[in-house]
């Protein structure tokens, strides 16, 4: 069965600073493979998404997320953070071989930010 | 355009009762999903409906079931409701398959006593 790792259940980084939240996928092929934010009493939004091709992907909001097939990774980065990135972030993996909808998420990344 | 909309947003029940959740999607969406988010056990993947059949189901009893109608609308239910079930209940749509962006509801919140 598919699974998402998200080591951090908490990071809290400065004002400006740079971030990486990390996020680890057990599968047995290439999954799709997603990163949502979820603030505080809201939905979840899509801020990326790989299925194939280039392994470095731009997202919304300036974050780009980096698909690692030997270490089976997909970590989120983003080189200066703002105060209203504050959230929490969850990586997701879609099946590849399924035309259906099926997204197994993480654990999930509580992002808080220092001025 | 108008985004996912689920009603209600908040809801309360009592243990043994009966709850149905309701779901529109983005206009011209014709899959809907739902997931179950808990402090405890996370986002959870509960079913998705297309085209008024269910695609897809998760690891849940059968207490839970869906039901999708000509309009893309979806339905969930949850019979026999039990303490456990208190959740937020987010509903997404997308156009068609995995490679279409999911886009989420601001969900229902469910808390029984």
């Known amino acids: 069965a598919q699974s998402v790792t998200q080591p951090d259940i908490h990071i809290t980084v400065s004002e400006g600073a740079s971030l990486e939240l990390r996020c680890n996928y057990s599968y047995g092929a290439t999954p799709y493979l997603f990163w949502y934010v979820q603030s505080p009493g809201q939905g979840l939004q ?11 992907v731009q997202g ?3 974050f780009e997320a980096e698909f690692k097939r030997s270490q089976s990774s997909f970590n989120l980065r983003k080189p200066s953070v703002h105060w209203s990135d504050a959230a929490e ?13 099926m997204l197994t998420f993480g654990g999930g990344t509580r992002l808080m930010v220092k001025p | 355009k108008a985004g996912v909309t689920q009603t209600p947003r908040y809801l309360i029940k009592t243990r043994g009762q009966q709850v149905t959740l309701s779901c529109s999607p983005i206009s011209g969406h014709r899959s809907v999903s739902w997931y179950q988010q808990t402090p405890g056990q996370g986002l959870q993947f509960l079913f998705e409906y297309f085209s008024e059949t269910q695609r897809n189901k998760g690891n849940f009893p059968g207490r839970f079931s869906g039901r999708q109608f000509s309009n893309s609308r979806s339905e969930m239910n ?3 409701l039990e303490l456990g079930d208190s959740a937020l209940y987010l509903c997404a749509s997308s156009y068609l398959g ?6 989420f509801g601001p969900g229902t919140r469910l808390t029984v006593l």
């Open chain 1, 89 to 101: 972030y969850f990586c997701a993996v879609g099946p590849f071989n399924n035309a259906g909808n």
């Open chain 2, 78 to 80: 949850v019979s026999t």
């Open chain 1, 60 to 62: 919304i909001k300036g």
């Open chain 1, 46 to 56: 899509l801020l990326l998404k790989y299925f194939s091709g280039d392994t470095l």
């Open chain 2, 98 to 103: 995995p490679t279409d962006t999911q886009y």
